[in-house]
C-alpha cells in the first residue's frame, strides 16, 4: 500500500512540481529556498490530501496560490498565515496538462505585456513580494487608492482574457 | 458606492494576502455573511495563480523529488489519530470533496455510477485508513475527470441544449441538484427572463420546518442560462423545496414576494 501512495505523490509531482518550483523561485530568487518550498508545499498535500477541494478548482491552480503565499511567508520570515485548507481558488481555464498551463502562461504574459507598466509593476510587487499596498506607495510615491485600483485592476485583466474560453 | 464595491479592491489585497490591520477585520467580518464576496474572492485567488502561471524558470533539481520521496517514506504510517483534525473530525479523503457538488443534470446518469462506486469507496476507506493513501491517487485522476464533467456545466463557455416536447415553446426551467448530508447543491436553469437593472435572482432552499434560506444569488447569462453551485447552507437541512425569487443584487436574507418559481422533490 506504502509503495503505491507513494508513487501516486510522485505521479503529481511529475506533474506540478515545475509550476510549484518556479512560484518558488520567482519569489525567492534562490534555488535553495525554492527547493524548500516545493518540498513543504508536496508534503503538505500528502499529509492532507482533503484539504484540496476539486469541487471547487483545479489542482494546479491551487498548488500555485498555496505556493506563492508559503514562498511570500518565507521570504517575509513570517511563520505561515493561511490555513490551507481555507484556501478555495476558483479558475477559468483548465491546467492539469502541461500543455494547458503553457497555453495559458502565454496568455498572461500577454496580458502583462499590454499593461501600462506601472500597473503591472504594482501588480508584479504585490504578488511576487508580497507588499503591502501602502509599502507600494511608499516605493513609488503615488497615492494609495492609486496602487489599490491597480492591483485590482491587472487581477480582473488576466480574469477577463481567459473569460469565455 | 454599495458595500460590495467598496470591499472590492480590499478584497483584492486580501485575496493576495497583503490586507492587513483594521481592514482586514472589517472585510474578514464582512466575508462572513457574503456569499458573493467569498466567490469574488476565490476568483481573484485563481486571477492571482494565472499571475503565478507567468513565472518560468528551470525544473527542479533531480534531487528533489527523491529528497521528497525519502520524506514521506521516513513519515509513520498513517494512524486514525493522525488523520483526525483537533476537533475530532475525521478528514478522510473523499469526505471532505464534493462529488455531488459537480453533478449536473446532463451528466447525471454518468457522475451517477462514479459517485455511487467512489460513496461505497469512502465508506471502506472510514474502515481502513491504511488504504486511503493509495486511493488518494486514484481519487485525484478521478476527481480531474469529475472535475471536466462540471465544466462542461459550469463553464460560461460551455454550450447549452434544453430539449423539451416538440411544439412546446420554450418555458424558464429550473433543476436542483441536492444532497442534504452534505449540503452540496448544483442548481441549473434555462430559459429565465431577462432582470431589471440592479435585480438578481435568488435561491431558496425551503425547508421542512422554519423560513426561506438563501441558497445563492445569481444573475443569468444572455441566453437566460444560470448556475449556483454549493452555496453556503446549514448542514443537514432537510429541503421540502426549492424557490427564486427576484431580489436586490445584493440579495436578501427573506424572499420578496412574488416567488416566480418552485418545485418541490421529485
Not at chain 2, 9 to 37: F, I, P, Q, V
Not at chain 2, 184 to 211: D, R, S
Request: aromatic content about 6%.
Amino acid at each position: 500500500m506504502r509503495s503505491g501512495d507513494q508513487s501516486a505523490l510522485a505521479e503529481l509531482y511529475d506533474r506540478y512540481s515545475s509550476v510549484v518550483y518556479a512560484v518558488a523561485l520567482r519569489v525567492l530568487g534562490d534555488t535553495g529556498a525554492a527547493e524548500d518550498v516545493l518540498q513543504e508545499v508536496f508534503l503538505q498535500l500528502w499529509r492532507n490530501p482533503g484539504a484540496f477541494d476539486a469541487a471547487r478548482g483545479s489542482l494546479g491552480a491551487w498548488l500555485a496560490v498555496i505556493t506563492r503565499n508559503r514562498a511570500i511567508d518565507a521570504l517575509r520570515r513570517r511563520r505561515p498565515e493561511t490555513d490551507i485548507e481555507d484556501v478555495i481558488v476558483s479558475v477559468a481555464p483548465d491546467l492539469a496538462a502541461q500543455a494547458d498551463r503553457a497555453r495559458a502562461a502565454e496568455k498572461v504574459r500577454g496580458v502583462l505585456g499590454s499593461m501600462p507598466a506601472p500597473q503591472r509593476s504594482a501588480l508584479e510587487m504585490a504578488y511576487f513580494e508580497g507588499m503591502s499596498h501602502s509599502e507600494i506607495a511608499n516605493k513609488t510615491g503615488e497615492p494609495l487608492g492609486t496602487i489599490k485600483t491597480r492591483i485590482r485592476s491587472g487581477l480582473m485583466a488576466l480574469r477577463k482574457a481567459f473569460q469565455g474560453g | 458606492m454599495t458595500e460590495h464595491e467598496q470591499f472590492a479592491e480590499d478584497l483584492a489585497l486580501y485575496a493576495l494576502n497583503t490586507l492587513e490591520g483594521e481592514d482586514r477585520a472589517h472585510l474578514e467580518k464582512h466575508l462572513a455573511t457574503c456569499t458573493s464576496c467569498r466567490m469574488e474572492l476565490e476568483q481573484l485567488r485563481g486571477d492571482g495563480a494565472l499571475l503565478a502561471l507567468s513565472a518560468v524558470g528551470p525544473r527542479p533539481p533531480q534531487r528533489a523529488r527523491q529528497r521528497l520521496l525519502d520524506a514521506v517514506a521516513k513519515e509513520a504510517a498513517p494512524t486514525l489519530s493522525q488523520k483526525t483534525r483537533d476537533d475530532g473530525a475525521p478528514t478522510a479523503v473523499g469526505t471532505r470533496r464534493s462529488w455531488w457538488g459537480v453533478l449536473g443534470w446532463a451528466a447525471t446518469a454518468a457522475v451517477l455510477v462514479l459517485a455511487a462506486s467512489l460513496w461505497k469507496e469512502n465508506a471502506a476507506l472510514r474502515q481502513d485508513v491504511s488504504s486511503l493513501r493509495s486511493l488518494f491517487g486514484q481519487q485525484t485522476v478521478e476527481l480531474e475527470q469529475a472535475r471536466s464533467v462540471a465544466s462542461a456545466i459550469t463553464n460560461p463557455a460551455g454550450e447549452r441544449f434544453t430539449l423539451v416536447a416538440v411544439k412546446t415553446p420554450p418555458q424558464p426551467q429550473g433543476k436542483a441538484f441536492y444532497l442534504r448530508n452534505r449540503s452540496n447543491l448544483v442548481f441549473v436553469a434555462n430559459n429565465l427572463p431577462a432582470l431589471p437593472p440592479q435585480k438578481a435572482y435568488e435561491l431558496w432552499l425551503i425547508p421542512a420546518q422554519g423560513a426561506p434560506i438563501p441558497a445563492g444569488v445569481f444573475k443569468p447569462d444572455a441566453h437566460g442560462s444560470a448556475t449556483v453551485v454549493n452555496p453556503p447552507l446549514p448542514a443537514g437541512t432537510e429541503a421540502k423545496a426549492f424557490a427564486i425569487t427576484v431580489e436586490n443584487e445584493a440579495g436578501a436574507t427573506a424572499p420578496t414576494m412574488p416567488i416566480i418559481m418552485m418545485g418541490t422533490g421529485e
